[in-house]
């Protein structure tokens, strides 16, 4: 059962790696310059092919609380290689941090030049980067875990989504993802799915306010958020 899901599992990113190259070589290279367009684009785009891989059965969907998520950083727990996609295809305007081996690709590179940031720069042109973005509206997911984990591993939480949140003063949403069985964690191959279907949990947290932290020094109010993304991150 695990083989013929591992080649479902084959042909679905095919399709997904078919459809990157068509859209980078026919549509993002005229569009790219129109962020909320090209943002849109993805959205839908990584949306179908969510709905491509449950229609599959290679996992489904638990949202149990996810609101209308506008212009806000996103701290997301990491527990799945295709976390990011499921983020973006459910909200709409969303950006992320992104690896720079893709900003080189070649079929990629006109995608991923559009909205998304890339890992090499230093911590003050991330800064205005993503504050750029937030100001025109996204969102901006961060993990700040920092790397995929598995079911029920609390890793420490780093201080990246409360400097970006404090830089463009955008108020936090946590979101809880969580999977019944490890599915694309990492290290492990595109194709090494689990042998039955995956539920992913999906749960919006309350918002963290940035102006509870006003009083705060800069290092004392990105302390707190930290302490407060992580309590939300792993309440059960």
């Known amino acids: 059962m695990k083989y013929i899901r591992s080649l479902i599992a084959i ?23 129109n962020k909320e367009l090209c943002s849109d684009v993805i959205h839908y785009v990584w949306k179908f092919f969510l709905y491509f891989m449950m229609f599959f059965g290679l996992f489904r969907l638990d949202i149990q609380n996810l609101n209308k998520i506008e212009n806000k950083v996103i701290a997301a727990t990491h527990p799945s290689f295709i976390d990011i996609v499921m983020l973006i295809g459910l909200i709409p305007r969303t950006t992320c941090v992104v690896k720079q081996e893709l900003a080189h690709n070649p079929i990629l590179k006109h995608i ?21 973005m937030l100001d025109k509206g996204f969102n901006f997911v961060v993990f700040p875990a920092g790397r995929r984990h598995r079911r029920n591993e609390h890793l420490k939480i780093k201080k990246g989504a409360s400097l970006i949140a404090l830089n463009a003063c955008k108020n936090i949403i946590p979101v809880q993802i969580s999977n019944d069985r490890d599915f694309l964690y ?22 963290i306010n940035i102006q509870d932290f006003a009083g705060y020094t800069e290092i004392a109010a990105k302390h707190k958020i930290t302490k407060k993304i992580e309590e939300e991150l792993y309440k059960i």
């Open 112 to 132: 991923i030049g559009s909205i998304f940031i890339t890992n090499d720069v230093d911590i003050e042109e991330l800064k205005k980067d993503s504050k750029e």
């Open 11 to 33: 042909f679905c990113f095919g399709v997904f790696g078919i459809g990157s190259v068509i859209l980078n070589f026919l549509l993002f290279p005229f569009i790219k310059h």
């Open 186 to 207: 990492i290290h492990e191959p595109f194709y090494s799915v689990s042998d039955r279907c995956v539920t992913f949990t999906i749960k919006e947290m309350p918002e």
